[in-house]
């Protein structure tokens, strides 16, 4: 039996970075045979309980073995609404595939010989969009005569939306931003998650009924108690952690300094790449720092190499993080990609202050050295800085990527109603994702921080249950 872990195929990194174009190919039928056919298909796959959602890996490899795609296609919908989105960022070597009994045990990363789940799920996954295939419908004529507002058109939002329209519920889902998706939109860049494949599930969400309404901010535009007068019955909160964390550091308001968000905002969703023809410019500096080492530092730097290139300007993004690459929270792939693409890591750094010139225009970033300490409540390696290590580094564009905090409007606007945590989290009954405001149901990253795609929607999954058996106990009660 052929043994070789079998790898997509990937565009060459010097053609890759001239576009936007996706970077990672779907397996071919035969590849995708190929490798289902290592899959040792366990007793005890430990696959299964480290996904997420638990999809049934073990079965749908082995249906994809059989040349059986569409009966794959429906194992894998059982638990995830979007197979052809999550087989391209979810974080298998941190899940799946880490567990994969093919993983060398004894090294994080080496999971080099597991079964390529996530590859594989994405060939099902695209196997299912280019053949319209459709979850079955449930429709259930009690639940007909419910409307539920869904707010925030992330993976959790989408994922409720999706669950809510197969058993027959009327949904509109509420977006702040002019197209649906979410971080999905307008921070995952086109290369790892092409647009149309975001779009085609939309498309058929509105093709099960979904409403989408764009342009529209639940708290400010109209209040949870205004939604629920116009005969929402119920209302699910999915509007992510879209508030970038600041520095707190001198010079971090000067020109060219940008959050990651409102950088890749500006890129994936505003197209600033093509001013004029869209309307929102961007400055691409000459010397591009990004700061930080999770997927969103990793997508700015991959971004602004490629905004670099596209000018005609010699590519030069460095990204400096405060630990080392092993404590990077970035899938592994997004790291290797990055560095094939000509991006340079400085590890154990830390931005002290930013200087900018007499038009306020950031010129230089001063930076400390740090060393590992102790272990903190992530289990990963405190860093320290080390004393009088002061460096300098020019620059003229610095994107700052070092975390996200929950979007507070819609909880302010309930404040007294709607109980949350202490970092803005909203709090839900684990198994039913219901706040404390009867009616309100909440999931994704809002409930969890930051988090991931899979996460969003296994919590969006758990919300549409918990909604369904709240609409079915209310019966006329809540009827519209
Ligand atoms: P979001 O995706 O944030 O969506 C929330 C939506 O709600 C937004 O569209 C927002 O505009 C809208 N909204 C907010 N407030 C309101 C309001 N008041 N009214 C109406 N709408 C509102 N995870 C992975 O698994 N793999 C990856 O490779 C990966 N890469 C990432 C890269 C970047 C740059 C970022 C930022 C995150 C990445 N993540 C990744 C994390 C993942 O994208 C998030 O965990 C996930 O999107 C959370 O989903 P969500 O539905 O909770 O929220
Ligand atoms: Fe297949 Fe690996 Fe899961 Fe075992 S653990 S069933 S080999 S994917």
Do not use: W
């Not at 298909?41 to 040349?67: G, H, M, T, W, Y």
């Amino acid at each position: 039996m052929d043994r070789e872990v079998i790898l997509p195929r990937e565009r060459e990194p010097s053609l890759r970075i001239e576009d936007f174009g996706e970077v990672v190919s779907c397996y071919t039928e035969e590849e995708a045979i190929r490798e289902a056919s290592r899959c040792l298909q366990c007793k005890e796959p430990l696959c299964i309980n480290s996904c997420p959602v638990n999809i049934d890996i073990k079965k749908f490899i082995a249906q994809i073995k059989k040349r059986d795609y569409k009966g794959a296609y429906f194992t894998i919908r059982e638990k995830n609404n979007f197979p052809s989105i999550c087989g391209r960022v979810c974080p298998a070597e941190y899940r799946c595939r880490k567990s994969c009994v093919l993983t060398k045990k004894d090294d994080t990363f080496a999971d080099k010989k597991a079964i390529q789940i996530n590859f594989l799920e994405r060939f099902i996954g695209d196997y299912g969009v280019r053949n319209n295939l459709e979850a079955t419908s449930l429709k259930d004529e009690r639940l007909s005569k419910f409307k539920v507002a869904v707010v925030g058109s992330g993976p959790a939002g989408l994922s409720v939306a999706g669950e809510l329209a197969r058993y027959g519920v009327k949904v509109v889902i509420f977006e702040t931003l002019h197209k649906p998706g979410g971080v999905l939109r307008y921070g995952i860049p086109p290369f790892r998650l092409p647009e149309e494949i975001l779009d085609g599930e939309i498309d058929y969400l509105k093709k099960i009924g979904v409403k989408i309404i764009c342009s529209f901010i639940v708290g400010r535009t109209k209040t949870l108690e205004e939604l629920f007068n116009e005969g929402f019955s119920a209302i699910f909160l999915g509007v992510g952690a879209g508030v970038p964390s600041l520095l707190g550091i001198k010079g971090e308001n000067l020109s060219n300094v940008y959050s990651a968000n409102e950088f890749l905002t500006r890129v994936n969703l505003m197209k600033a790449y093509r001013f004029p023809d869209y309307h929102t410019p961007i400055n691409i500096g000459r010397r591009i720092i990004v700061i930080g080492g999770g997927n969103t530092a990793m997508d700015a730097a991959r971004v602004a190499i490629r905004l670099q290139v596209m000018n005609k300007i010699t590519p030069s993004v460095s990204v400096f993080y405060r630990r080392t690459e092993k404590e990077m929270p970035a899938r592994r792939l997004e790291i290797e990609h990055a560095k094939e693409e000509g991006v340079k890591f400085n590890f154990l750094v830390q931005p002290k202050e930013f200087i900018g010139d007499k038009d306020g225009f950031v010129k230089r970033a001063v930076f400390l050295k740090c060393r590992l300490g102790e272990e903190d409540s992530s289990g990963r390696r405190r860093p320290v800085v080390i004393k009088d290590s002061d460096f300098i580094e020019d620059c003229d564009l610095i994107i700052v990527a070092i975390g996200l905090k929950p979007n507070q409007v819609v909880t302010k606007s309930v404040l007294g109603k709607l109980d949350i945590n202490k970092e803005g989290e909203i709090i839900v009954n684990p198994n039913t994702m219901e706040t404390t405001f009867r009616g309100v149901f909440a999931g994704g990253d809002i409930v969890g921080g930051e988090g991931t795609v899979i996460e969003a929607m296994g919590m969006g999954k758990r919300a549409s249950r918990g909604i369904i058996s709240y609409l079915l106990s209310c019966g006329e009660k809540f009827s519209p």
